[in-house]
């Protein structure tokens, strides 16, 4: 399985100010995925990280306000900026597992809960 | 597009009991994966079960089975004897490829009593 490491845990933040979100994993994987958890819903795909080149991202989402880096297979960060109430949800990384039967595996991050006020 | 339909907000279960949580998607492929994924109050995703649409044979896991009706595009999951340490949020979910991208349900809130 891979463990992935999920920084900061929970934050209150200032509308109209950014956060940014870190994601380390135990093990190099070539993928990464960001996802917005919002009250009460379910998980959505915002982008997906791949190692040197540019995020994809999901319909809905833009690169203005949700930055990601990954500088290397084992580390990525996402930002939400200028940040607004609905903004206000749990982000979440994911990796695919590794091997032969662990890579039709999603794991998970422990999630970032974001309160913006 | 892919959707996965969750029909069921919140089940309630006495302990010992079986529940079974009923989960609908829709897709054009014919190879694609399917999961039920627990949260609980921690906010940690954890896999119950996966499987194949490949697979003819449904899935099980301990306590945990699915009934994969892969023609009617259902993937329920019955879990058998239950703990009070299955109250959590489950969410089915969905992935047209191996790359862990995955679509999700809306969730079903299942809740075990004494």
């Known amino acids: 399985s891979a463990v992935i490491s999920q920084k900061p845990s929970r934050d209150i933040c200032q509308r109209g100010t950014s956060l940014t979100i870190q994601c380390q994993v135990d093990?190099?994987?070539?993928?990464m995925f960001w996802y917005r958890q919002q009250p009460g819903q379910s998980l959505t795909l915002i982008a997906t990280?791949?190692?040197?080149?540019?995020?994809?991202?999901e319909s809905g989402f833009v690169i203005d306000k949700f930055p990601i880096s990954r500088p290397n297979l084992t580390f990525s960060t996402l930002t939400v900026s200028n940040m607004s109430p609905e903004d206000s949800s749990i982000y979440l990384c994911?990796?695919?597992?590794?091997?032969?039967?662990?890579?039709?595996?999603?794991?998970f991050g422990q999630g970032t809960r974001l309160t913006v006020v | 597009a892919q959707t996965v339909t969750q029909s069921q907000p919140e089940m309630s279960v006495q302990e010992a009991e079986t529940v079974t949580l009923s989960c609908t998607y829709d897709?054009?492929?014919?190879?694609?994966?399917l999961f039920w994924y627990k949260q609980p109050p921690s906010r940690q995703m954890i896999l119950v079960i996966r499987?194949?649409?490949?697979?003819?044979q449904n899935a099980t896991e301990n306590r945990f089975s699915v009934n994969f009706q892969k023609a009617a595009k259902s993937f329920s999951l019955k879990i058998s004897d239950s703990q009070l340490g299955d109250t959590a949020m489950y969410f089915c979910?969905?992935?047209?490829?191996?790359?862990?991208?995955?679509?999700f349900g809306a969730g079903t809130q299942v809740v075990v009593t004494p």
């Open positions: 994911s990796v695919k597992g590794q091997g032969a039967i662990l890579n039709t595996e999603a794991f």
């Open positions: 979910a969905y992935s047209t490829d191996s790359w862990g991208k995955l679509q």
């Open positions: 897709t054009s492929e014919n190879n694609y994966y």
């Open positions: 990280a791949n190692q040197g080149s540019e995020a994809t991202y």
């Open positions: 499987q194949e649409a490949y697979k003819q």
């Open positions: 093990s190099q994987v070539t993928m």
